[in-house]
């Protein structure tokens, strides 16, 4: 499909994403006025579901060069316009679990003509997307989140084992790798039905999946490199790091439940920490496949991602200790870490097309 057509997907993802962060910090009392109330509520779905599950849903789209396949993308990003625009959060939902069948659909049919580890475990994550929507479709919306957390984490999983190809993992280690992504993906479907046991089965995974991912990703050599490379290498080993501290933060709470201040510091850890560090790392490879629009590495490339650890941890000790104002302050820092990261993107591609 031609870029031409990429480019209003993606807009319908990034709107989902700006009125996700605008819902997030409305709930922390920001006073943000939004288009309807019930987004306060869609701040998980818009974020997890919508922009993500548009953009990843995209990109597996672009790789499987099938038209059927942006179908995909196109459920994912009406379902964050219809929530925006007020629509019932059922209707919303049910695109998005049409979208996550037809990602998982897409996903199979990649695995199906490359039966690699690395592809299971890819659809392994897209059958996340349509459990976390189906869950919204019924009303259960914080019951929803270990989907949302599963299929990211089990995505950006797959895709780091696919790289790895170039420091390939013993046998022993794939079979170990394999063994934490199922365990991960029973959790995650436990953690929608049973919350409770369900969390920890997903935290105790968590950690040992960033372990794994610290041990044997290529990152660990090329944060010795130089430019692009350096930086990608920064941001996943920050990741991996945010990873291990959410599920030891999750581990250590014996009610981990919404509503409690470990709760929001171990989801934050998790879904900023390590899935946007992944998204600021990636972008200037991902960015240019979609769009076909050259992303020239600068050095100042590292504001945002510094941004963003500085104010997630300033948040997170704003949770841990109580202490609402410094839980707020990061949050500001972590929407402001979001919007330069854009800013960032945006002049590095509109400078390389000047140029």
């Known amino acids: 499909m031609r870029v031409a057509y990429r480019v209003p997907l993606l807009v319908a993802g ?3 994403l700006g009125f996700g962060v605008a819902a997030g910090l409305a709930r922390l009392g920001f006073g943000i006025e939004l288009p309807s109330p019930m987004l306060a509520v869609l701040h998980g779905p818009l974020m997890g579901g919508a922009f993500l599950g548009t953009v990843i849903s995209l990109e597996r789209a672009v790789a499987l060069g099938a038209r059927w396949a942006y179908a995909a993308p196109l459920a994912a990003g009406i379902a964050g316009l219809a929530w925006i625009l007020g629509a019932p959060v059922s209707a919303g939902a049910i695109a998005l679990v049409l979208g996550g069948f037809i990602l998982l ?13 690395h592809n299971a475990c890819l659809a392994f994550g897209a059958s996340c997307l349509p459990l976390g929507a189906a869950a919204v479709a019924a009303g259960d919306i914080s019951s929803a989140t270990p989907a949302w957390l599963g299929f990211l984490v089990l995505t950006i999983a797959g895709e ?6 170039f420091m390939p993992p013993s046998p022993r280690a794939r079979m170990l790798f394999a063994a934490i992504c199922i365990v991960l ?4 479907l436990l953690a929608v039905l049973a919350p409770q046991p369900g969390w920890k089965v997903v935290a105790a995974a968590l950690i040992a999946l960033a372990i794994w991912l610290a041990a044997k990703d290529v990152a660990r ?25 959410g599920a030891l933060i999750a ?10 201040p470990a709760y929001d510091a171990a989801l934050h850890a998790w879904f900023l920490g390590f899935v946007f560090s992944m998204v600021f790392g990636h972008a200037p490879i991902i960015a240019p496949a979609l769009l076909r629009v050259a992303l020239p590495y600068r050095a100042w490339f590292y504001l945002p991602l510094v941004v963003l650890h ?8 704003g949770d841990l200790l109580l202490m609402p104002a410094l839980r707020e302050r990061g949050a500001a820092g972590n929407a402001a870490a979001i919007a330069i990261f854009i800013a960032t993107m945006l002049y590095a591609g509109l400078s390389k097309r000047r140029s």
């Open 14 to 16: 990034f709107l989902s």
């Open 105 to 117: 659909a897409a996903s199979l049919h990649i695995f199906l003509r490359q039966p690699e580890l």
């Open 160 to 165: 780091r084992l696919e790289l790895s190809r």
């Open 185 to 188: 993906l029973l959790g995650t």
């Open 221 to 245: 050599r090329t944060v010795r490199e130089r430019g692009l490379t350096r930086y990608i290498a920064c941001a996943l080993l920050l990741g991996y790091a945010w990873l291990a501290i």
């Open 251 to 260: 581990l250590g709470d014996p009610m981990f439940a919404p509503g409690r």
């Open 310 to 317: 500085a104010s997630l941890a300033e948040r997170i000790a």
